[in-house]
């Protein structure tokens, strides 16, 4: 009871450590489940023994057994479900080739080239050395997630990672058990063939697991046949089924099942979505932090002792410095990724959760059956996991810099709400190169953003996940567009520092407009036009139009005509190379105006005569 109680304490406690240092929580879970495993038995025990022992002599210990494997997978499979319903088809318009490419072409270079490197350093055998080659394949988006959420990147960049950590696991986690079942026959010449029928069952069997469920389950939340409060456990309880049941059919193909059944949802119409999203990150947390002391508490000193090589060293640093910039450049090529938005993704390649859970699993059965070398694996493969975390946790924002993918300005515009007003001015912005992110809590017009190509979320501001959404780390801008004026002040003083660095604004309130003399900066558009008088002028005129501005006086005389007009309403400012700035309330404020700048508004035609 100490040890599982401690587990989850100190776990949670690894948590905390890692929000509050800004690393990923790999990182100080690792290093308690080695501090109370090896590390206890040898320096801080008396007797020699763990402080928290999952596996002893095999047959006891907290999962004596097969007992902790099987924990692990459960977990992982819950922990990939997660994922799965994080990835949007929206995010990858531009670069759906990239990782399409990533997770094959990569993964075959990774595959093949460590493979050939393990055994050229290490001499293990051909067999052992491609097994761990199939087990570092994967990076592990519970470790990438937190670095991209640290540094402000391109969108394009953030999503390619975060699509090749989730999706690449299951297929890292089936090249290994190929080889593993490779192994165990010793290479028996019927092997080619039974390996076609097995990819092809775990194909086979994981897609259509994982899709009808995903609608049996979406069907039943949607029509109220499951009671609200039942929502999350029978949820739970679907993802566990449909992995038990796949891997009852096909041996490893579970993973592969809930991360489909995850997109399938995630891509949906499911009204509880969000309800089912925090749960189950709640859960991965608490999973992920028992997973990796559990693992890493399971290394014995003896297996340490391994690594204290120069072998180690070299088979890392090819790994990391060699074949991962090698599979990201073949399979970015032809992309419209830059040279050194390349040499950062190559960079950020951190393995997690499931390389380490299959790494020991398939060690320890490989040395129960006497397999030369075995003893290599799990090991090697922790190196590697932790070598990665700590290289891109502590270098991933320098490095960033260095090669000029950081964002120094923050260019993205965050819109509170998704009403036709803001749709209307999310449009323009994005036509004009802006990338717009759209929240509401209304899924109708969430829905509606993304039917004309915007991208949405469908949250409130009051979300506590929000600010750790890594689609936002370009956002510079914040504009509160709902109709509660209470909401727009929450959004500027709870995220105007996060995402307004550039400039935070949010319509007027009635009272503002009633008071010539109380014109915030932070107002948008005008002193004389709220929620109400905009969603009425884009009823009336659903178009934005932009005019020609001859000088200052000029710019002066058309906002004039727009604070007479109430069917005109002032927008934004674009400059001559295109650059858009918003236009507050203070509608003076914007300091440079020249001829050949336009004036952007909603609403009906200005008449040029009269401009």
Same mark, same amino acid.
């Given at each position: 009871?100490?040890e599982?109680?401690?587990?989850?304490?100190l776990?949670?406690?690894?948590?905390?450590?890692?929000?509050?240092?800004?690393?990923?929580?790999?990182?100080?879970?690792?290093?308690?489940?080695?501090?109370?495993?090896?590390?206890?038995?040898?320096?801080?025990?008396?007797?020699?023994?763990?402080?928290?022992?999952?596996?002893?002599?095999?047959?006891?210990?907290?999962?004596?057994g097969?007992?902790?494997?099987?924990?692990?997978?459960?977990?992982i499979? !819950?922990?990939?479900?997660?994922?799965? $319903?994080?990835?949007?088809?929206?995010? !990858?318009?531009? #670069?759906?080739?990239v990782?399409?490419?990533?997770?094959?072409?990569?993964?075959?270079i990774?595959?093949f080239?460590?493979?050939?490197?393990?055994y050229?350093?290490?001499?293990?055998?051909? =067999?052992?050395?491609?097994?761990f080659?199939?087990?570092?394949?994967?990076?592990?988006?519970?470790?990438?997630t937190?670095i $991209?959420?640290?540094?402000?990147?391109?969108?394009?960049?953030?999503t390619?990672?975060?699509?090749?950590?989730?999706?690449?696991?299951?297929?890292?986690?089936?090249?290994?058990?190929l080889?593993?079942?490779?192994i165990s026959?010793?290479g028996?010449?019927?092997?080619?063939?039974?390996?076609?029928?097995?990819?092809?069952k775990i194909i086979?069997?994981?897609?259509?697991?994982?899709?009808?469920?995903?609608?049996?389950?979406?069907?039943?939340?949607?029509?109220?046949?499951?009671? *609200?409060?039942?929502?999350? #456990?029978?949820?739970?309880?679907?993802?566990?089924?449909?992995?038990?049941?796949?891997?009852?059919?096909?041996?490893?193909?579970?993973?592969?099942? #809930?991360?489909?059944?995850?997109?399938?949802?995630?891509?949906g119409?499911?009204?509880?979505?969000?309800?089912?999203?925090?749960?189950?990150?709640?859960?991965? #947390?608490l999973?992920?932090?028992?997973?990796?002391?559990?693992?890493?508490?399971?290394?014995?000193?003896?297996d340490?002792?391994?690594?204290?090589?120069?072998?180690? &060293?070299?088979?890392? @640093?090819?790994?990391?410095?060699?074949?991962?910039?090698?599979?990201?450049?073949?399979?970015?090529?032809?992309?419209?990724?830059?040279?050194?938005?390349?040499?950062?993704?190559s960079?950020?390649?951190?393995?997690?959760?499931? &390389?380490?859970?299959?790494?020991?699993?398939?060690?320890?059965?490989?040395?129960?059956q006497?397999?030369?070398g075995?003893?290599?694996?799990?090991?090697?493969?922790?190196?590697?996991?932790?070598?990665?975390?700590?290289?891109?946790? %502590?270098?991933?924002r320098?490095? @960033?810099?260095?090669?000029?993918?950081?964002l120094?300005?923050?260019?993205g515009? $965050?819109?509170?709400?998704?009403?036709?007003?803001?749709?209307?001015?999310g449009k323009?912005?994005?036509d004009?190169n802006?990338?717009?992110?759209?929240?509401?809590?209304?899924? %109708?017009?969430?829905?509606? @953003?993304?039917?004309?190509?915007?991208?949405?979320?469908?949250?409130?501001?009051?979300?506590e996940?929000?600010?750790?959404?890594?689609?936002?780390?370009d956002?510079?801008?914040l504009?509160?567009? %709902?109709? +509660?004026?209470?909401?727009?002040?929450?959004?500027? +003083?709870?995220?105007?520092?996060?995402?307004?660095? +550039?400039?935070?604004?949010?319509?007027?309130?009635?009272d503002?407009?009633?008071?010539?003399?109380?014109?915030?900066?932070?107002?948008?558009?005008?002193?004389?036009?709220?929620?109400?008088?905009?969603?009425?002028?884009?009823?009336?005129?659903?178009?934005?139009?932009e005019? =020609?501005?001859?000088?200052?006086? *000029?710019?002066?005389?058309l906002?004039?005509i %727009?604070n007479?007009?109430?069917?005109?309403?002032?927008?934004?400012?674009?400059?001559k190379?295109?650059?858009?700035?918003?236009i507050?309330?203070?509608?003076?404020?914007?300091?440079?105006?020249?001829?050949?700048?336009?004036?952007?508004y $909603?609403?009906?035609?200005?008449?040029?005569k009269?401009g």
């Open positions: 009871m100490l599982l109680a401690g587990i989850i304490i776990g949670i406690l690894a948590q905390w450590v890692a929000w509050k240092l800004k690393i990923p929580a790999i990182l100080p879970l690792i290093l308690i489940g080695l501090l109370v495993g090896p590390i206890a038995s040898e320096f801080l025990s008396d007797d020699g023994t763990k402080w928290i022992e999952p596996i002893w002599n095999g047959e006891k210990g907290l999962f004596p097969e007992g902790l494997y099987y924990f692990v997978s459960l977990a499979s !819950i922990i990939l479900f997660e994922g799965g $319903l994080t990835l949007k088809r929206s995010e !990858i318009k531009t #670069v759906g080739p990782i399409t490419k990533l997770i094959t072409l990569g993964s075959a990774t595959f080239g460590a493979g050939i490197i393990a050229l350093i290490f001499g293990l055998s051909w =067999e052992l050395s491609f097994l080659a199939g087990l570092i394949i994967v990076t592990g988006p519970t470790v990438i937190p $991209l959420r640290n540094i402000p990147l391109k969108k394009d960049i953030s390619v990672l975060k699509w090749e950590g989730i999706l690449i696991d299951p297929i890292g986690a089936l090249v290994a058990v080889v593993f079942e490779f026959v010793e028996d010449s019927g092997f080619t063939k039974t390996a076609l029928i097995e990819f092809g086979l069997f994981g897609t259509t697991f994982g899709f009808t469920f995903a609608h049996a389950l979406a069907f039943a939340i949607n029509k109220k046949l499951i009671p *609200h409060y039942l929502l999350n #456990v029978v949820s739970l309880s679907t993802v566990l089924l449909v992995f038990v049941e796949s891997e009852v059919f096909a041996h490893e193909s579970g993973l592969l099942a #809930v991360v489909v059944m995850g997109m399938v949802l995630g891509n119409k499911l009204e509880n979505i969000k309800e089912l999203l925090y749960f189950k990150e709640s859960l991965s #947390v999973l992920i932090s028992i997973l990796f002391i559990l693992l890493a508490a399971n290394i014995s000193i003896d340490l002792m391994l690594l204290y090589t120069w072998k180690t &060293a070299a088979l890392f @640093a090819i790994v990391v410095f060699v074949i991962r910039p090698l599979a990201v450049f073949l399979s970015t090529s032809g992309s419209n990724l830059s040279t050194n938005e390349k040499l950062f993704i960079w950020v390649g951190p393995r997690g959760i499931v &390389a380490a859970g299959i790494a020991s699993l398939f060690g320890s059965k490989l040395m129960k006497g397999v030369e075995a003893e290599y694996i799990t090991p090697l493969v922790f190196m590697i996991v932790l070598g990665t975390v700590l290289l891109n946790a %502590t270098t991933a320098l490095f @960033a810099k260095m090669v000029g993918v950081f120094k300005k923050s260019e515009i $965050l819109i509170v709400g998704a009403s036709q007003v803001s749709r209307l001015i323009y912005l994005e004009n802006r990338h717009v992110v759209l929240i509401d809590s209304n899924q %109708t017009n969430i829905q509606l @953003a993304q039917d004309i190509g915007l991208e949405g979320i469908n949250t409130d501001i009051y979300s996940t929000l600010g750790d959404n890594i689609e936002l780390n956002v510079g801008y504009m509160a567009l %709902t109709g +509660n004026s209470d909401i727009n002040q929450y959004a500027i +003083n709870k995220f105007g520092e996060q995402f307004g660095e +550039n400039g935070s604004f949010r319509l007027i309130t009635v503002e407009m009633a008071d010539s003399n109380n014109s915030p900066k932070e107002g948008l558009f005008s002193h004389t036009d709220d929620f109400h008088l905009l969603t009425e002028v884009a009823r009336k005129y659903p178009e934005i139009h005019i =020609e501005i001859n000088d200052r006086a *000029h710019y002066e005389e906002i004039e %727009t007479k007009d109430e069917d005109i309403i002032p927008l934004l400012v674009k400059d190379k295109g650059v858009l700035e918003i507050s309330s203070y509608n003076k404020a914007i300091e440079k105006i020249e001829k050949g700048y336009k004036l952007v $909603l609403g009906k035609p200005i008449d040029v009269k």
